[in-house]
């Protein structure tokens, strides 16, 4: 995902080597950090737990099962993208290879994107997000804030992959009515994706 990209003032293009920076991960705490203090506040304006869904799933196992599918369609549209488009370079910047003498900096990245950014995100679109759209339906909740999550990221070549995602979270937090495993499985998502993506460089 190009959260860090975002919190740096939407950069396309990031240096070789920005996932064994500090300044990225302060970058994207940072930045994101703001927003999510922003939607804090207008959550204190509503019931908080019913605005941002903190609450237990109806069933753990179920949100589980149905994470594990988010996760699948959500990779196997990003490895079809990549066959489709193989010359084409994705906006959602990952690490191009593995430096384990900057490690430290890469736990932070890691820290940044796989739990910091994902608990902002979820709680700006899964959270308050749905909670306004609700009203409307699920489905326009769900469709609406899928919309914004992929628009937000202001990726092209990317955009079905983080359309998907975010479909499939939006389903996850009307059928389970809790924002907790929309935070888990969009912290996976980016965690083993930034994992892989470094791991498979180093080879």
């Known amino acids: 995902m190009d959260f860090a990209g975002r919190a740096s003032g939407r950069i396309t293009s ?19 950090g ?4 922003i939607v804090v506040v207008i959550a204190l304006r509503l019931p908080v737990r019913e ?13 589980a099962g ?9 990779y196997a549209v990003s ?16 690490p191009a290879f593995w430096d384990p003498s900057r490690g430290g900096a890469f736990a932070a990245n890691l820290f940044a994107i796989a739990v910091f950014v ?9 959270g308050l997000g749905y909670a306004l759209f609700e009203p409307l339906g699920a489905p326009v909740a ?24 975010g479909l499939g979270l ?15 499985i969009h912290g996976i998502f980016n965690g083993v994706g930034l994992l892989a993506a470094a791991f498979a460089g180093s080879t």
Request: aromatic share 10%; net charge neutral.
């Open 66 to 74: 149905l994470g594990a599918g988010v996760l699948v369609f959500g």
């Open 118 to 126: 994902p608990i902002f995100e979820e709680a700006l679109c899964r």
């Open 170 to 184: 939006g389903y996850l937090r009307a059928r389970s009515g809790s924002l907790y495993p929309c935070i888990a």
């Open 14 to 32: 990031l240096p070789a080597d920005a996932f064994y920076r500090y300044g990225t991960a302060i970058a994207a705490i940072v930045g994101d």
């Open 142 to 165: 769900i469709a609406v804030t899928a919309l914004a999550f992929a628009l937000a990221h202001g990726a092209v070549v990317d955009f079905p992959v983080l359309l998907v995602i």
């Open 51 to 63: 605005a941002l869904a903190l609450r237990r799933p109806a069933s753990w196992r179920d949100a």
């Open 79 to 94: 490895i079809v993208v990549s066959l489709a488009l193989p010359h084409v370079v994705r906006e959602q910047e990952v």
């Open 34 to 37: 703001f927003l999510l203090l």
